[in-house]
T-cell receptor, first 115, second 115 residues
């Protein structure tokens, strides 16, 4: 079945370290997204990519970086510059063309904790 | 600016009660999509409904119904005869603009259904 795979499910990071969260989709979707979820704040957009080798900053991009070398993959790196990285991270994708479906498919998330 | 407001932070009901989750949105665009997602304790977002701005018909799906009113910029969600399995966080979201590239979420409403 098609879907989005995020790994790992739980991740612990020491302060000052970079860490990369994986997001892979086999839906043949063009667009991919990273959201951060904090308690009581809903989901906030970090980065998004509409096509391979192109991506745009979302509302809270500082301290994060991404790459989109393949259509299926959109990894997120949480750098040491991110002051408060402990959060739940969700990856999403959607098809870019056509008006038949503008719904988003979400992964099951990665819970990152700084120790 | 585009914005989604879910004023109810948490709602507690007893099984079989009806419950309505409120959603108010702001956008200057005339073409937009509204969504509801369910987030169970496991963390993934489950798509419930998508509604475009030109379709104000109310929709019913089993115990779920949605009331879209452009005059009040609201897209409310009602669960009839609630069940314990309905316990989750529910998010309302808005997508707008060319290609509907971005999705902005409300802060979510936590629904607790007790037996």
């Amino acid at each position: 079945d098609g879907g989005i795979t995020q790994s790992p499910k739980y991740l612990f990071r020491k302060e000052g370290q970079n860490v990369t969260l994986s997001c892979e989709q086999n839906l043949n979707h063009d667009a991919m997204y990273w959201y951060r979820q904090d308690p009581g704040q809903g989901l906030r957009l970090i980065y998004y990519s509409q096509i391979v080798n192109d991506f745009q900053k979302g509302d809270i991009a500082e301290g994060y970086s991404v790459s989109r070398e393949k259509k299926e993959s959109f990894p997120l790196t949480v750098t040491s510059a991110q002051k408060n990285p402990t959060a739940f991270y969700l990856c999403a994708s959607r098809t870019r063309t056509g008006r038949s479906h503008y719904g988003y498919t979400f992964g099951s998330g990665t819970r990152l904790t700084v120790v | 600016a585009q914005k989604v407001t879910q004023a109810q932070t948490e709602i507690s009901v007893v099984e079989k009660e009806d419950v309505t989750l409120d959603c108010v949105y702001e956008t200057r665009d005339t073409t937009y999509y509204l969504f509801w997602y369910k987030q169970p304790p496991s963390g993934e977002l489950v798509f419930l409904i998508r509604r475009n701005s030109f379709d104000e018909q109310n929709e019913i799906s089993g115990r779920y119904s949605w009331n879209f009113q452009k005059s009040t910029s609201s897209f409310n969600f009602t669960i009839t005869a609630s069940q314990v399995v309905d316990s989750a966080v529910y998010f309302c979201a808005l997508s707008w603009g060319t290609g509907f590239q971005k999705l902005v979420f409300g802060t979510g409403t936590r629904l607790l259904v007790s037996p």
